[in-house]
Structure formats: structure tokens, C-alpha cells
């Protein structure tokens, strides 16, 4: 059986992925809803030109950083993602690294989305509490790896809460 929580969170990146740069409508509203929890990242902010909540995105190359709160342990979760691979994911690699002291998790292959547009994925997760997860995601197209590939790993060592 394959892991539920990566299959959902690959689909649900996917989905949005294409929600956002497909349909993108503006709001007429300058309001915008904020997200439950903000989360701090740094990272260079200027490669990722619109933002939503805790998700950002680029126009040109396609690209996006995701922050979420997953409420489960991170040996719980790093031992359901070591586990189960994803369907669609190639070139799969997992691992662990430490950055001063504190021990972080990572996920990472290239998937095709909308059938016919490779995107490298990534997935990085730190423990924020005993019971919750910060984990960030970043997907962009491989040819832009220079480009992109050290941000999602800036984001979650500088990853906390705002209240």
C-alpha cells in the first residue's frame, strides 16, 4: 500500500501548481485571506514574484515554494516518506542532514504534471514541536536548478512560526 500522505500531498502540489499558473484570476478584492499559520522563510524572495499565504511562485521559469504545518511526529512522518515512494516520482532520493544541532529530512525526484511537464520536487521537513512537522516544498523545472535549487533548503533552516 502506498503512503496516503504522499500520494495526497504530491496530488494536492500538482493540482495547485496548475490552479495557480493555469486559471490565475485576480482578485477584485485587495483583501486577501491569510493563511491559519504564517511561517517564516527566508529565501530570496525576488525569484518568486507572486506569493499566497505561505506559498510563493514564479511566472518565468514556473516555479513555487510551499511552507506548511503537518501535525505528526517527524520520525513518524520521515519513516512514512523513506517508506513509501511515490507514484510518478523519478530519480528518487531521501535522506537526512543537521544543521546546527537541529536534524532535517528530505525528499526529492522530478514528476511530470499536466502529462507533459517534468518538475523537480522537493521536499524538506523539521521537527517544530514533539507532535508537528514545518515542511517545505519546492518544485521548478530541472533545466533551472541553478536557479532554484538552494532556496526550499535556506527556507526550512530559517522555517518558524509567527504569531
Known sequence: MKNLFTRKFLSFLTFFMVCST???QKLESKEKLAPAVVIF?????????????NAYFSEDPKAALVGMIVP?????????????????????????FENSGQKYFF???NIIAEKTKEFFLE?????LDENHCVVV???????HKDIFGKEAKKAIISAQILN
Open 22 to 24: 493555469a486559471f490565475a
Open 41 to 53: 522563510m527566508d529565501f530570496n524572495k525576488s525569484l518568486y514574484s507572486k506569493s499566497e499565504g
Open 72 to 96: 505528526k511526529k517527524y520520525s513518524v512522518l520521515m519513516e512514512e516518506m523513506k517508506k513509501d515512494g511515490a507514484d510518478g516520482v523519478k530519480n528518487l532520493q531521501n535522506g537526512e
Open 107 to 109: 525528499y526529492s525526484g
Open 123 to 127: 521536499v524538506l521537513l523539521k521537527e
Open 137 to 143: 516544498t519546492s518544485m521548478f523545472q530541472p533545466a
